[in-house]
């Protein structure tokens, strides 16, 4: 054989090769990939509707010790996207942000799109620990409290089938804690107990109902602050560990080109004095008013890395998480004070010049617990760490460690709808929607890039939510004798 031959030969041999590379390619693209399966096992999920889906209805309970009942089979999603079963009513998700927002974005899709493998295997215990982590990043990510409410009941299902009853018990009280409005897990839990569905055995005031159809939270009205040009410093002791942030205007929101769209436009905003936590709620002080019965306790006490967070005096001082927005609400008000309006939540974490961050408009990491790392496990740490992060009034940890509750109703469009009526009585203390289906949330947590701990970043879970990220603080009005 010549050289050229020789030459020929290698030629065809690489032509060939890549056809048959191109051939493999195609064929898996064609019969495989589309094909994915979010699970081999039937899910607890409802399909997505282009507008507000029905209210889902709860599945009769079976009257065997362990439920034998067909689950509701989820929506088979391709990869990429990420699966989209939405059962419960969702605000759209914002359009893609700025360009300086690119690397937690990128970081929230790895984490979703490698839910496929451990939901495909069932493996449980992974798929509830990655939901957990994109839900640190960004409470309202999509339609991630779906997917961690179906793991659950699927997770406690497996538990049920292989005999392990207080384990599987635990998991349908975990789903409950993520959605209390579904049945499925309540028919679970009555199931193993041999009993008619019931609702939940631990509601909140207002909560409850008389009869075992799935509950709808709903909320009472936040109160009122009194619209007036300004209010006359305190004369009355403040109540312990807040700081007073004085009357006068602020500047809220984002401006055009930067931010979210749910940041803009920005807009002047005119509160009168108040007082607000300089700390985020710790779990001692949470303790005190679960053990009075008073407050629900949180409903893990785990942390991220931590199998003993709560109640272990080592984690006193850190914040108080796995906590809903109702949870929040009732500790304040029992400690005679409530939680901040948005308004004021973002006054007192920016000041009056607009600034990105509490610091400054620099997006600094080391001034934050907000650092989100795929390989570093992370946590929460002691409230008051990272004291060059504080904010122009004293306020601790406003970026990052936990996200915060405030006291708002969530609407996308609310920034629009009030510019649009500048002159009206909402330049004074706005209050926020006087109705709507979720809860603000502010300042990043542990979980989350520094770019969504920005002083004015807007997150929208549904305020039923209990994450391991999630915290809060709480205000009050200066008051006279």
């Known amino acids: 054989m010549t050289t050229g031959d020789k030459i020929m030969y290698a030629i065809t041999t690489i032509v060939v090769l890549a056809v048959l590379v191109i051939v493999v390619w195609v064929v898996y693209i064609m019969y495989f990939e589309p094909t994915v399966e979010i699970s081999r096992k039937p899910l607890l999920t409802a399909t997505a509707a282009p507008t507000r889906p029905p209210k889902p209805t709860a ?3 079976p009257t065997k010790a362990i439920s034998t009942s067909k689950p509701v089979k989820a929506t088979p999603t391709p990869v990429p996207p990420t699966p989209t079963p939405k059962a419960v009513p969702a605000t759209p998700t ?12 990128t970081a929230e899709k790895q984490l979703a799109e490698s839910l496929h493998e451990p939901w495909a295997a069932e493996e449980w215990e992974t798929v509830i620990g990655l939901i957990n982590h994109i839900l640190a990043i960004n409470p309202s990510y999509d339609d991630m409290t779906e997917k961690l ?16 009853l207080e384990e599987a018990k635990m998991e349908f009280t975990r789903a409950l804690n993520v959605k209390p409005d579904r049945g499925e897990a309540v028919a679970e839990l009555a199931a193993l107990a041999g009993e008619t569905p019931r609702p939940l055995p631990v509601v909140l005031p207002g909560e409850a109902t008389s009869t075992p159809q799935p509950v709808k939270i709903t909320s009472t009205s936040i109160p009122p602050t009194p619209v007036s040009k300004a209010t006359p410093m305190p004369t009355l002791p403040p109540p312990s560990g807040v700081i007073l942030v004085p009357a006068g205007e602020f500047i809220m929101g984002s401006l055009l080109g930067e931010g979210f769209p749910n940041e803009r436009p920005q807009h002047t905003v005119y509160l009168d004095a108040f007082y607000i936590g300089k700390y985020e709620v710790t779990n001692a002080e949470y303790k005190e008013c679960a053990d009075a019965g008073a407050c629900r306790p949180p409903s893990e006490n785990s942390s991220s890395t931590r199998d003993f967070y709560y109640g272990n005096p ?13 949870d929040a609400k ?4 029992w400690k005679g004070m409530r939680l901040p309006t948005e308004a004021e939540w973002e006054k007192a974490a920016r000041g009056t010049d607009g600034r990105e961050c509490p610091w400054g408009n620099e997006l600094d990491s080391d001034k934050c617990n907000c650092t989100w790392s795929p390989i570093i496990p992370r946590d929460t740490t002691e409230v008051g760490s990272y ?10 940890n406003m970026a990052g460690n936990v996200s915060e509750w405030v006291a708002d109703w969530y609407n996308e469009d609310y920034y629009k709808e009030w510019v649009a009526d500048w002159y009206n009585e909402d330049y004074y203390n706005p209050q926020g929607p006087a109705s709507g289906e979720r809860r603000v949330v502010r300042g990043g947590s542990w979980g989350s890039d520094v770019t ?14 209990r994450s391991y990220a999630g915290g809060f603080r709480c205000a009050a009005s200066p008051s006279s004798p």
Request: one cysteine or more; charged letters at 15%.
């Open 387 to 396: 004291p060059d992060g504080a904010s122009p009034y004293g306020a601790m």
């Open 452 to 465: 969504y701990a920005r002083c004015a970043r807007r997150f929208y879970p549904n305020p039923d939510l």
């Open 59 to 61: 599945t009769p309970a």
């Open 330 to 333: 009732a500790y304040c008000e």
């Open 314 to 326: 080592e984690y006193d001082n850190y914040p108080v998480i796995y906590v809903s927005w109702y």
């Open 149 to 164: 409410y179906a793991a659950h009941v699927n997770y406690g299902r497996d538990l049920a089938a292989e005999g392990r």
């Open 94 to 105: 914002p359009v893609p942000p700025s360009p300086t927002l690119a690397p937690t974005l």
